[in-house]
């Protein structure tokens, strides 16, 4: 009895933990624009970049109303927010435009070829040069403080404190460099295709296009210690609510990982062609490219860790 009992136990936990993960429709809001890709949150706004409309909007984060629009350089692709102020990658124009969050012009500065991919790290700006196979950095008043070749079409930075992180497309790698002098400390081969980046304090995350994955990198060695399974073409990535998100551009979804083991504990369907993730408290926007959309995505707690 006591053996029947624990194998139909089992067979009950084996269905439960086999069980497809929710399915969620998130709102969805307009992007006012023409093929969004990145998005953005200061604190207060939400901001979208729309790539062939060459300017960016801010959102109010409640409801979605648009409350400006501002012009940039030509093709906006990437966006990020420091030193008190909006920076946007203008991929077409090879500069990064610094906007007030008022939404004033502080100025627009030259950079490498095809500038696709932005972040802050608190005291510089770096950029990611797709077509220059290379990163900038940059002091907080635009002044160019060195440019580091990495891996072929950079396309996403993650930073963990020390080391810059870069995910190089069209390489398969990851590389790794010393943020105060730009030096290639190491170089992880992974995925097809690697795009988004993601630090959750302890690890690296790395989503691979081309390979439906997402991996996990230890932060010292840089070795890949994991790999999870994700939709078709994994692109953006978040850490939030104790949790990684990957944007899957194919599949036009989110999906909400358990970092200890990679199971997909929530699929949210969003607008087409989704790319750019950003997290604003206790929501998720997700801009994407192919519905001119936004799609507001809720982490499920009161704050994000």
């Known amino acids: 009895m006591n053996r029947m009992f624990s194998s139909l136990a ?29 998005v953005a949150f200061d604190g207060a ?3 979208v970049a729309n790539q062939f409309s060459g300017n960016v909007k801010k959102l109010r984060p409640t409801d979605g109303a648009v409350l400006g629009t501002y012009a940039v350089g030509k093709g906006p692709i990437a966006l990020a927010v420091g030193d008190g102020a909006l920076w946007v990658a203008n991929y077409q124009g090879d500069s990064v435009t610094k906007l ?19 972040l802050f790290d608190g005291a510089h700006l770096w950029v990611a040069n797709r077509d220059g196979d290379t990163v900038t ?37 990851v590389s790794k460099l010393d943020s105060r002098d730009g030096t290639v400390v190491s170089e992880t081969v992974v995925g097809d295709g690697p795009f988004g980046l993601a630090f959750d304090g302890t690890h690296v995350w790395v989503s691979n296009f081309w390979s439906a994955s997402v991996m996990k990198l ?24 104790s949790h990684l998100w990957v944007v899957n551009t194919g599949d036009s979804t989110v999906f909400k990982l358990r970092p200890t083991d990679g199971a997909v504990v929530e699929v949210f369907s969003v607008g087409a062609s989704p790319y750019g993730i950003a997290v604003a408290g206790n929501q998720l926007w997700v801009a994407s490219s192919g519905g001119n959309a936004l799609s507001r995505v809720s982490t499920g707690t009161s704050t994000t860790q």
């Open 218 to 241: 230890d932060r010292t060695t840089g070795a890949v210690i994991g790999t999870f399974k994700a939709g078709d073409g994994a692109s953006g990535l978040a850490w939030a609510a």
């Open 137 to 173: 950095k940059l002091a907080s008043d635009g002044t160019r403080l060195g440019t580091y070749a990495v891996g072929e079409r950079p396309m996403s930075l993650a930073f963990d404190g020390i080391y810059l992180w870069v995910a190089n497309n069209r390489s398969d790698t």
């Open 10 to 38: 089992l067979g009950c936990l084996a269905l439960a933990a086999a069980a497809p993960p929710t399915i969620s429709r998130p709102e969805l809001f307009s992007s006012d624009g023409e093929q969004p890709e990145a």
């Open 100 to 118: 007030a969050l008022s939404g004033g012009l502080l100025g627009t500065f030259a950079v490498g070829d095809g500038p696709g991919g932005l």
């Open 45 to 47: 706004y939400v901001w």
